[in-house]
T-cell receptor, first 113, second 115 residues
Framework: KNQVEQSPQSLIILEGKNCTLQ??????????LRWYKQDTGRGPVSLTI?????NTKSNGRYTATLDADTKQSSLHITASQLSDSASYIC????????????FGAGTRLFVKA | NAGVTQTPKFQVLKTGQSMTLQCAQD?????MYWYRQDPGMGLRLIYYSASEGTTDKGEVPNGYNVSRLNKREFSLRLESAAPSQTSVYFC??????????????FGPGTRLTVL
């Protein structure tokens, strides 16, 4: 069964610190992987997308990495800000010519002053 | 542009009552989706519409019906609500159906409680 597992479930860091969130998946055949940010009470918003051939993708202070061989991805947040407090969701899509997208349960990040 | 809008934002129902969740997008997208989000779980697809005039079941369609009213609007109906349908419901849209590169844009969600 295709799955997307994220760790940790939740994380508390101090403002200004860096952190890394993990995503492991078993989706096959693989098409692409997205990281979404979901603020409390809002819908998810896409941060990055990576295909099989891409190892790294940055969006400001957010850097996503992908290792398609080990089926692992990480999202690194640099110099965290209070506004980074949110859930971060890893989403993996199958390459089947149709439509199949699997969402991870998310990592809840709390950034404290 | 408002993007994807959903109404209502909050709703409380009694078991057995019915209701319709409304969704509209102003991005001229062809494909629209309904998801539910439960604590500790990823978003799960209820129904989707590849294009105007078509709808298909997703992962968890039981107890729900949908209508693609036109290209802009996609509604989700609960005919006889059950406590297991207590959840946050998200509508999303994308330019086309498919797994490659198509970013889904999400609405703000509807928080539904069934007593």
């Amino acid at each position: 069964k295709n799955q997307v597992e994220q760790s940790p479930q939740s994380l508390i860091i101090l403002e200004g610190k860096n952190c890394t969130l993990q995503c492991n998946y078993t989706v096959s055949p693989f098409s692409n992987l997205r990281w979404y940010k979901q603020d409390t009470g809002r819908g998810p918003v896409s941060l990055t997308i990576m295909t099989f051939s891409e190892n790294t993708k940055s969006n400001g202070r957010y850097t996503a990495t992908l290792d398609a061989d080990t089926k692992q991805s990480s999202l690194h947040i640099t110099a965290s800000q209070l506004s980074d407090s949110a859930s971060y969701i890893c989403v993996v899509s199958e390459k089947d010519g149709g439509f199949k997208t699997i969402f991870g349960a998310g990592t809840r990040l709390f950034v404290k002053a | 542009n408002a993007g994807v809008t959903q109404t209502p934002k909050f709703q409380v129902l009694k078991t057995g009552q019915s209701m319709t969740l409304q969704c509209a997008q102003d991005m001229n997208h062809n494909s629209m989706y309904w998801y539910r989000q439960d604590p500790g779980m990823g978003l799960r697809l209820i129904y989707y519409s590849a294009s105007e005039g078509t709808t298909d079941k997703g992962e968890v369609p039981n107890g729900y019906n949908v209508s693609r009213l036109n290209k802009r609007e996609f509604s989700l109906r609960l005919e006889s609500a059950a406590p297991s349908q207590t959840s946050v419901y998200f509508c999303a849209s994308s330019e086309y159906l498919g797994s490659s590169y198509n970013e889904q844009f999400f609405g703000p969600g509807t928080r539904l409680t069934v007593l």
